[in-house]
């Protein structure tokens, strides 16, 4: 069986996701795109992240080398789905928001698709174990066989941009880990079924 990556918000109650793109990937019939963003917004680059706003958001993205669409999740809210320069898309939301402070907190999530769920017992000791290598993500199981790996990244109280930027690149290493482990888990799988 295939495994591909899917890179789009989905009706998980919500979640947002980051992933590789699968081949012939193409964006959901129920998606609306409110804009496309690009390179040629240049948004300062703050010392301190206290919220993530639009600008700082976009700002984050532009230092990943991304580029990305803005869509609503159900609530109305922005969604960033982004690829960036070495090809991993992936999506962010801005959480934990209110009138008074804004958005002190931001969601990334990674969606896989297409997991071998046969043994889900097996399944489920190969996601703990990933779990245990991976200290500032979280994978887990979802519906069927839909596997989802999140982070979040906390502003309340500020943070620096650099550490911003630097939890965003460490969530695009443990994507391309969960990705070969689950690519070895597969074949593993597939060896064992034949």
């Not at 008074?100 to 703990?128: I, M, N, P, Q, W």
């Not at 941009?161 to 690149?169: E, I, P």
Request: one cysteine or more; charged letters at 15%.
């Amino acid at each position: 069986m295939r495994l591909s990556f899917l890179a789009a918000f989905c009706a998980l109650g919500g979640m947002m996701s980051l992933a590789a793109p699968a081949a012939g990937q193409q964006p959901s019939q129920t998606q609306q795109t409110l804009q496309t963003e690009q390179a040629p917004l240049n948004p300062p680059r703050p010392q301190v992240v206290t919220q993530f706003t639009d600008p700082i958001v976009q700002r984050l993205l532009l230092d990943l080398q991304s580029t990305w669409q803005v869509e609503p999740n159900p609530e109305a809210e922005p969604n960033y789905r982004a690829v960036s320069s070495t090809g991993i898309s992936y999506t962010v939301s801005p959480r934990s928001c209110s009138e008074e402070r804004g958005c002190s907190a931001l969601l990334v999530l990674s969606v896989f698709t297409g997991v071998d769920t046969s043994d889900l017992l097996a399944l489920d000791g190969f996601l703990h174990r990933i779990n245990d290598r991976l200290p500032t993500a979280k994978v887990y199981r979802a519906d069927g066989s839909i596997i989802i790996l999140q982070t979040w990244i906390n502003a309340a109280g500020g943070i620096t941009y650099r550490n911003a930027q630097a939890q965003m690149l460490i969530f695009g290493r443990d994507v391309d880990e969960v990705r070969r482990a689950l690519a070895a888990f597969q074949a593993t799988m597939e060896e064992g079924a034949g």
